[in-house]
């Protein structure tokens, strides 16, 4: 079966601060690979998504970016921290492939808090 | 342009009650309507998902109920319990794009 794991869990930062998630899946080759990012109670915001390695498509402008450097693990990066970027960032996969829509799975999620 | 209208934005219900919640898009060429659970916390949830070459489908106690001419979709969660209590989303998806999500109800029941 397929498993996905984000990490941090929480994380604490400075404005101004550099950031790293990362996200890794399991059980699955050449998935669909997002990153979600949720405000304190809004909706679902598409930030990036990647078809494969090195592939990366930008849905937002900021001062976020995001890598693919392998398959199954997709990272989320920002030289410097704004206090707007605090929120709940999800990461996603969907099986490649799949016409008419795909069923997008989430990880747990990472909390961050930009003080 | 919104793409993907979802109402209520919040919803109280009693224990046993049948919570509806409903969605609304504007693009005959979306395909896959799924619906999502998230509790306070966890990442969401797939919870079911309807194609629109059918009106009803039910898993467990939950239905989704399609009307293609309306352009609208609706969950029912049968005999409410409030273990139900999390935050949905229903979102529209098509061969050409990424999934499009609504913004969320918030669902309490009551006991």
């Known amino acids: 079966s397929q498993t996905i794991h984000q990490w941090p869990a929480t994380l604490v930062q400075p404005v101004g601060s550099p950031l790293s998630l990362e996200c890794t899946v399991e059980?699955?080759?050449?998935?669909?690979l997002y990153w979600y990012r949720q405000a304190a109670g809004r909706g679902l915001q598409l930030l990036f998504y990647s078809v494969g390695i090195g592939q990366i498509s930008s849905e937002v402008p900021q001062n976020l970016s995001a890598s693919r450097p392998q398959d199954r693990q997709f990272i989320l990066s920002s030289k410097k921290l704004l206090l707007s970027d605090s929120g709940f960032y999800l990461c996603a996969w969907a099986p490649l492939g799949l016409a008419g829509g795909h069923k997008v799975y989430f990880g747990p999620g990472t909390r961050l808090t930009v003080t | 342009q919104q793409q993907v209208k979802q109402s209520p934005q919040s919803l109280i219900v009693q224990k046993g009650g049948i919570p509806i919640i409903n969605c609304a898009y504007e693009n005959t060429a979306f395909d896959y309507f799924p619906w999502y659970q998230q509790f306070p916390g966890k990442g969401p949830a797939l919870l079911i998902a309807i194609r629109p070459d059918v009106s009803e489908k039910k898993e467990g106690r939950f239905t989704i109920s399609f009307n293609k001419s309306a352009k609208q979709f609706s969950l029912h969660i049968m005999d409410s319990q409030p273990g139900d209590s999390a935050t949905y989303f229903c979102?529209?998806?098509?061969?050409?794009?990424?999934?499009?999500f609504g913004k969320g109800t918030k669902l309490s029941v009551k006991p």
């Open positions: 059980g699955t080759s050449n998935p669909n």
């Open positions: 979102a529209v998806g098509g061969s050409q794009g990424n999934l499009i």
